[in-house]
């Protein structure tokens, strides 16, 4: 699951250089006195797909890291249900500890004196 992720932001990485390659491609192509249309075009479309590709990959992101932020329930994850478990490890602790105390106070309280 984290790899995943992790290849979807390297994939959007790769879509941001795409998108700063066609910019710069358009930007160059612009400054010429004679532009060639067809380049521009396939340059803007490529462009736009790439924008497109990120924009919906990092709302996907952002969905997914707000419901971890919230403490909602998400796919992959098992952080609540390790934290479960470890307060109710640490409550048996206590009640461990709370019963052998009290253990020993009957003892004491049920041990004749000579």
Do not use: W
């Amino acid at each position: 699951m984290a790899n995943d992720r992790l290849r979807a932001l390297e994939e959007v990485e790769n879509q941001v250089a795409t998108i700063l390659q066609c910019a710069g491609n358009i930007v160059l192509e612009l400054s010429k006195d004679k532009h060639n249309a067809s380049f521009l075009d396939r340059q803007l479309s490529q462009f736009t797909v790439s924008v497109n590709r990120v924009e919906t990959e990092l709302s996907s992101q952002i969905k997914y890291l707000t419901q971890v932020a919230t403490g909602q329930p998400h796919e992959g994850s098992t952080y609540s249900a390790r934290k479960d478990c470890q307060m109710a490890l640490n409550r048996a602790e206590y009640a461990r500890v709370k019963l052998g105390e009290l253990g020993r106070t009957c003892e004491v309280m049920l041990d004749p004196q000579p």
